[in-house]
């Protein structure tokens, strides 16, 4: 579990596509006020590696491309950790494309 500020499209696109890159990343979770652009695309690109993207209701383009979007940040980290566990019975393909 981390967490990192950043500022900037450039900035947090550049940590987005490094999560693909981190051995042992199960999931990633975005929590900003408005993400869109590059993001979006490094998001399409994590989630092309195999890494599910949980993001928090915001303007911009992230929500629309992460697999389940919810409005608060302790949810977006509960689902996170069940989605990894291996005791909790949750899985975050039978709720993909929903927002909570």
């Not at 999931?27 to 490094?42: K, N, Y």
């Not at 599910?52 to 911009?60: E, S």
């Not at 302790?74 to 393909?93: E, L, N, T």
Request: hydrophobic share 50%; net charge positive.
């Amino acid at each position: 579990v981390d967490t990192i500020p950043l500022v900037g499209e450039k900035t947090v696109a550049q940590a987005v596509d490094a999560v693909a890159r981190l051995p042992r990343a199960a999931i990633l979770v975005l929590a900003g006020s408005l993400m869109g652009g590059e993001i979006s695309h490094a998001v399409d690109r994590v989630k092309d590696a195999g890494i599910p993207v949980i993001a928090l209701r915001m303007a911009g383009s992230v929500p629309e491309h992460a697999d389940l979007v919810v409005t608060d940040p302790i949810q977006a980290g509960v689902f996170a950790v069940m989605h990894v566990s291996g005791k909790a019975v949750f899985d975050i393909k039978r709720v993909r494309g929903r927002q909570f």
